[in-house]
């Protein structure tokens, strides 16, 4: 008798107990994917440049915050930093070789939460046909349900990253301090769960 209660009070409390969240698909609102740069340019400024397409989901569990996986695709060519010339430039064999590597991949490998809403993200980045690993500082701005418009379940996400582009061979004006070595990476961005 006493064995019985016993299942029937663990039978009600695992009925009655929240069910834990399960890892999630997220896919990268293109409509709302910011990715910029920043780079000195002969010590008298950061130039400001962006790319406008790019494509990207991850795997990842909001109660846990365990990430499983992530890419990010970044398409070489469509770099824009408001001068035609200039971005010509910067899509040819100087800076990103646009013709002969398309893509610019991250590939998320660890995420580490942090304090509040904040982690890091560690991937290796993929780029003139080199691989790296990278860290990124992530900070999770809001999970919800969209207020408006697909109603889907959004995570917004805001991160940075630090490289030195010579490191993938991307040398050009290094040396006489013409273009910064160091590269500030910023992404603004909203997933949706799917």
């Not at 400024?45 to 909001?62: H, N």
């Not at 365990?66 to 070489?76: C, M, N, W, Y």
């Not at 917004?156 to 490289?163: D, E, F, M, P």
Request: glycine content about 8%; aromatic content about 10%; hydrophobic content about 40%.
């Amino acid at each position: 008798m006493t064995s019985t209660r016993i299942s029937l009070g663990l039978l009600a409390l695992f009925a009655t107990a929240p069910l834990a969240a399960a890892p999630a698909t997220y896919k990268i609102d293109p409509e709302h994917f910011s990715i910029a740069f920043l780079i000195e340019h002969i010590g008298y400024e950061k130039l400001i440049g962006m790319f406008s397409k790019a494509s990207g989901e991850f795997v990842y569990d909001e109660e846990t915050k365990k990430l499983t996986s992530g890419t990010v695709e970044v398409q070489a060519a469509s770099v824009n930093s408001h001068h035609e010339g200039r971005d010509d430039h910067v899509r040819g064999k100087d800076f990103l070789s646009a013709e002969k590597f398309p893509v610019v991949r991250f590939v998320a490998r660890d995420y580490r939460p942090g304090k509040a809403n904040t982690g890091t993200l560690r991937g290796d980045l993929t780029l003139l046909g080199q691989t790296h690993p990278v860290d990124v500082s992530v900070t999770l701005n809001k999970a919800a349900k969209y207020p408006f418009g697909h109603s889907k379940h959004t995570l917004g996400v805001s991160a940075r990253a630090k490289i030195k582009r010579s490191q993938w061979g991307m040398s050009y004006g290094v040396g006489n301090k013409m273009v910064g070595d160091e590269v500030e990476l910023l992404f603004e961005f909203e997933a949706l769960k799917q």
